[in-house]
């Protein structure tokens, strides 16, 4: 599905245009005019700009914007999920070899991993156990896969697609099993090669779940069995779904709400190599911070370079210009998706004067419902992940594993509003947005 894009640009004139201007008069005579009027829309533009910056609020004087347009969505164009497997599909079989796998990364990555791994499963022909989740990741997370899923739930949702099991049988435990990294991007005949392994092993290991098996060929049922494994069978744990929905209603309760996932961290900075509107010495902490990160492989970054080529998240006071420049009132409620933000309230305090209602889950519910919680990173972006998915616009301002994973389930629910800034015309002051649903 391909999402409009709105954005303003000001170029100037081709080599076969300026040759002929030198050839017609009137054609030299309509170029003169719309230069001359794109260099008002231009100059009105930075003066706009410039005005918002002086004063937060100014924008409500130059848009106004209906309900429908701030939240309703119209890009659904008739779509619906289709994951119903086809007449072709056959039911799975309890095969007697086993795929165990080791899901990494941060929430949204292990999720995307698993899903990947029922997919493999079922090309293998092979049981799957219930993943291990990644201990020894940045976020240093020690929850176990029913911490975080409900374990059942997944398993029943797919037994007519792939065979899973808790743990391997007691006789397997001891077992030797093969090693392998399966090769991202990879299709049908990779797996149905991979498949020889069962020759001479009964269990195979994969030590990371990140196979990136999307767009890559594959047959219409294993691309609808991803989906289910996302979307139907990946719940999340009871005691997480329970908060997230009070969370959500608590948020409802003041009316429409936008979740900004909001990736300033100091990881994310730091990652990135971008340091735009940092001091100096919070620079030095980030690059210090990279080099000190092993397996982090890019240490030297050009942060100017990154920030033009648009690879660095939009800052928070540049959402809020973004968010009031498309008529969403001060009155906005807006939940921040995010962990701890790189500078605090420094940096925060921009975005806060333009919309005061902003909350995170920590101001949004209590001490005693997020104990069970904490140093558990990866069920605190569990609750993020309820609460973007359940808001009636969603706003990322970086495109990341989180990103991407909220705005598909959202389309897969009824394409239900996402905007994404354009950050390749952010440092140039003229503003591109895509809206999908």
Known sequence: MVNPRAASSFSS?????????????????????LLAF???????????????????????????VSEEQLWGSSFGHGYYP????????????????????????GLNQMRTGISDMVAVARLMNATLVIPWLDKKSFWQ???????IFDELHFIKSLQGDVRIVKELPKELESAPRARKHFTSWSGVSYYEEMAR????????HVPKSDSRLANNGLPIDIQKLRCRALYHALHFAASIESLGKKLVER???????????????????????????????????????????????????????????????????EVGIFLQALG?????????????IYGGDTYLADLRSRFPNLVFKETLATTEELQNF???????????????VESDVFVPSYTGNMARAVEGHRRFLGHRKTISPDRLLVDHSIWGVQIGG
């Not at 997370?141 to 911490?147: E, I, L, N, R, V």
């Not at 392994?197 to 195979?204: F, R």
């Not at 904490?374 to 993020?384: F, R």
Request: charged share 20%; hydrophobic share 35%.
């Open 13 to 33: 004139p081709s080599p076969l245009l300026r040759f002929r201007i030198h050839t017609s008069s009137s054609i030299s005579r309509c170029v003169a005019l």
């Open 38 to 64: 794109s260099a008002v829309l231009f100059f009105f533009s930075h003066r706009q700009i410039d005005e918002v910056d002086r004063n937060p609020l100014s924008l409500e004087e130059f848009f106004s």
């Open 82 to 105: 289709c994951v119903k497997p086809t007449s072709r599909y056959a039911a799975s079989e309890n095969w007697d070899r086993y795929l165990t796998v080791r899901s990494n990364g």
């Open 141 to 147: 997370d020690s929850s176990t896969f029913s911490d």
């Open 197 to 204: 392994l069962w020759k001479d092993y009964q269990v195979i």
């Open 251 to 317: 948020l409802q309760s003041h009316g429409r709400y936008i979740a900004l996932h909001l990736r300033y961290e100091k990881d994310m900075l730091s990652f990135t190599g971008c340091t735009y509107g940092l001091s100096d010495l919070e620079a030095e902490e980030l690059r210090i911070m990279r080099e000190n990160t092993n397996h982090w492989k890019l240490k030297k970054i050009n942060s100017t370079e990154q920030r033009i080529g648009g690879y660095c998240p939009v800052t928070p006071k």
């Open 328 to 340: 969403y009132p001060p009155s906005t409620w807006i939940y921040i998706a995010a962990g701890e």
């Open 374 to 388: 904490a140093s558990h990173a990866s069920q605190t972006a569990a609750l993020d992940y309820i609460i973007s």
